[in-house]
């Protein structure tokens, strides 16, 4: 248990069955989520999937019509806003235009009197680099410089979670890019919770170690960034999560921890995270990057699975890669990014291939999931 927490009680943010209706519409559905203390944790999804509806519950600016929220093992289900220490960042800054930006950070000390404000809002500024700007007024600073006092203001009162609803959102790509960095490097400065929702997928992936992708109003799969992108449980998470291959499939038999697939009248193998049983329909799935191309004959360097038969149908260079379309002979066009270390051949429009992958890198969807 963590500091403040009575014995043994979880430290850190605990939802238990939290759902939310408006009328007879569902926008959260009996969540449970355990979001541990100093983590930096996303949720991710794609419009209308409850994510803000989850935030708000935690702010307390929305109340649910059911389940419980705890926060180091005290229930805040009911609590007042203002009373539970938890702060929000949201993508408007809704800053003070009047005031200058240390007057905008000292707003929240200065209204609870507390002392030696001056020293605390120098140390907020210098967490968020913009020592040399705080007698400018938010108007006169860029998009970022303006996200960051806001993230100021709110860490001065030194929430226990702070929570962030799309607060890179109005930025142009590029510093939206170097932001979300910036904002990782301050959560892991102040070791606070951090939870961030977005329904930018590389966004989620960059600065958080727990992703909980969210899709109608409920969570479909959490995990570290690395284990939803290799290992993802469902079409949806699959294509959500970066850009997939999904080739529909009938399993044959299994190993210890393979499965042997028999793919659109080619074998190929893939670990088994279930069982899986002879004759169950499911979608084989392959990232882009991990298919190498090759001649036909060619023996790529893959132990592995190599579907013959390919025709490039399209040729994109992209700089880091070469991203291919390759129509197989049942007819599905596959997607294969290939790196572009300068030495390795280009492939043309028309051209006869085969692909290849290593079975680890393949994953075993159920059939019961929706179609790609
Ligand atoms: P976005 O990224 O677009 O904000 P979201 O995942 O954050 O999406 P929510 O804002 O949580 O989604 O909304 C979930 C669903 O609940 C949506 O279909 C939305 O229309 C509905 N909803 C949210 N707030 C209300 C409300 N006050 N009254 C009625 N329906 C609402």
Known sequence: ??????????????????????????????????????????????????????????????????????????????????RRPVNTVFQSYALFPHLDVAENVAFGLKRRKVKDVDAQVEAMLALVEL?????????????????????????????????LDEPLGALDLKLRRSMQIEVKRIQTEVGLTFVHVTHDQEEAMTMADTVAVMNGGVVEQMGAPSELYENPRSTFVANFLGQSNLIEGTVRHRDADLVTVDMQGVTVSVPAHRVHTDGDRGWVGIRPEKVLIGEVGAELDAPGNTVPGGVITDVSFVGVSTQYLVRMPWGQELQVFAQNTGRQRMFAHGEQVELSWRPEYAFLLDALQDAA
Request: with cysteine; charged share 20%.
């Open 131 to 163: 020592e040399t700007q705080a007698t400018k007024k938010p108007a006169q600073l860029s998009g970022g410089q303006q996200q960051r006092v806001a993230l100021a203001r709110a860490l001065i009162n030194r929430p226990e979670v702070l929570l």
């Open 1 to 82: 248990a963590g500091p403040s927490g009575p014995e043994g009680a979880y430290d850190g943010l605990r939802i238990r069955a939290l759902t939310k209706s408006f009328g007879s519409y569902t926008a959260v559905r009996s969540l449970d989520l355990d979001i541990p203390r100093g983590s930096f944790f996303a949720l991710l999804g794609p419009s209308g999937c409850g994510k803000t509806t989850t935030l708000r519950m935690v702010a307390g600016l929305e109340q649910p019509t059911s389940g419980t929220i705890t926060l180091a093992g005290e229930d805040i289900t009911r609590t007042k806003p203002y």
